[in-house]
């Protein structure tokens, strides 16, 4: 504070502004200088790399021989639906279209069927003959957000049933 008042002029500055303070003259500008406020905005815009909407729902119903599976998907907003399985190499292969236009809340069915012929198996169930099935079900909304979840299904060609979990 010595420093400061040996600068010429500085008592001259330090004793306006004190007198300033005490008369109450300027006393929102003089607060000003010893507090500070702020507002911030941000905005969030997705570029298909942020998350969308969750799925809502993804349940598989059975018939009786176990034959056909049924996946059940809901999804919160309006979204193209597709369905690929686990690879060996832990890459999703081949994309199916499920649903096209789903609205939300309203459930729409994949139905995928196996059989002993596997030429009257689903797609994917041919691409994938043994094991248990690992179907990642993709919701993608228009604003190019998506989101995903998994189900596994026991896929066994030498009987020709894919059981639900």
């Known amino acids: 504070m010595k420093t400061l008042l040996r600068m010429?002029?500085?008592a001259l500055a330090v004793g306006?502004?004190?007198l300033t303070v005490l008369l109450g003259a300027g006393a929102v500008s003089a607060s000003a200088l010893w507090q500070q406020s702020a507002t911030a905005t941000m905005s969030v815009t997705a570029n298909g790399a942020w998350p969308g909407p969750a799925i809502t729902s993804l349940t598989c119903t059975n018939d009786s021989p176990q034959r056909i599976a049924t996946?059940?998907?809901?999804v919160p907003a309006t979204a193209t639906v597709t369905y690929a399985a686990l690879q060996a190499?832990?890459?999703?292969g081949t994309s199916y279209s499920g649903i096209s236009g789903l609205l939300g809340m309203t459930p729409g069915y994949i139905v995928l069927t196996s059989n002993p012929n596997l030429a009257l198996a689903s797609q994917i169930v041919r691409d994938n003959p043994a094991g248990p099935l690992t179907?990642?079900?993709t919701a993608t909304y228009p604003d190019q957000t998506a989101a995903h979840l998994n189900i596994i299904l026991n896929n066994s060609t030498s009987n020709g049933k894919i059981i639900c979990p």
């Open 89 to 92: 190499n832990g890459t999703y």
């Open 135 to 137: 179907v990642r079900v």
């Open 71 to 74: 996946l059940t998907v809901t």
């Open 16 to 18: 306006a502004f004190v």
């Open 8 to 10: 010429p002029g500085a």
